[in-house]
T-cell receptor, first 114, second 109 residues
Framework: TAGITQAPTSQILAAGRSMTLRCTQDMRHNAMYWYRQDLGLGLRLIHYSNTAGTTGKGEVPDGYSVSRANTDDFPLTLASAVPSQTSVYFCASSPVRGGTDTQYFGPGTRLTVL | GQNIDQPTEMTATEGAIVQINCTYQTSGFNGLFWYQQHAGEAPTFLSY??LDGLEEKGRFSSFLSRSKGYSYLLLKELQMKDSASYLC??????????WGAGTKLIIKP
């Protein structure tokens, strides 16, 4: 199985432009997450979804939005990108949110905002 | 605030043993995870501790002391492929994972 896929692998984006990072999982997990990873900092949760049709804000949600129309897909949208959003973005999933089950991560999207 | 502390970088020799420490202060505790992350790749799960004590899994072991807010990851018989960052994460009372910045482990021949 593919697990979790993310697209694109990397992207250079002009400030002020919008962009959607795609995430798809084939494990039928209920919970999905978006993190950003910056040098010297731990992974920080942007948004999460407990199940299809629901979303919640994480630690750093400003400037980002998500939707969860179905179980498999969890896109992350930057409405108007700023240079501080330059980061590596990881999508993750787990069978349920908050359980003892591990989170499974996608390969990441490296985003540079100029 | 919530805080996870681990050393930024450690160096060890192939075949040796290394211990990576993690201390935490969080709002509640629902378990501690260790993940491995090779450069340019996604984190992958190594271990989970929710009760005090040592969990052994092959060459890797993880220890937890909840009263001290402390955990360590022990790697034995180090191999070059163990060169990676090791991430400590605690699940807080809201079932959110709080992540440390990671420890970069360099293995020398």
């Amino acid at each position: 199985t593919a697990g979790i896929t993310q697209a694109p692998t990397s992207q250079i984006l002009a400030a002020g432009r919008s962009m959607t990072l795609r995430c798809t999982q084939d494990m039928r997990h209920n919970a999905m997450y978006w993190y950003r990873q910056d040098l010297g900092l731990g992974l920080r949760l942007i948004h999460y979804s407990n199940t299809a049709g629901t979303t919640g804000k994480g630690e750093v949600p400003d400037g980002y939005s998500v939707s969860r129309a179905n179980t498999d897909d969890f896109p992350l949208t930057l409405a108007s990108a700023v240079p501080s959003q330059t980061s590596v973005y990881f999508c993750a999933s787990s069978p349920v949110r908050g359980g003892t089950d591990t989170q499974y991560f996608g390969p990441g999207t490296r985003l540079t905002v100029l | 605030g919530q805080n996870i502390d681990q050393p930024t970088e450690m160096t060890a020799t192939e075949g040796a043993i290394v211990q990576i420490n993690c201390t935490y202060q969080t709002s509640g505790f629902n378990g501690l995870f260790w993940y491995q992350q090779h450069a340019g790749e996604a984190p992958t799960f190594l271990s989970y501790n929710v009760l005090d004590g040592l969990e052994e899994k092959g060459r890797f072991s993880s220890f937890l002391s909840r009263s001290k807010g402390y955990s360590y990851l022990l790697l034995k018989e180090l191999q070059m492929k163990d060169s990676a960052s090791y991430l400590c994460a605690v699940m807080d009372s809201n079932y959110q994972l709080i992540w440390g910045a990671g420890t970069k482990l360099i293995i020398k021949p």
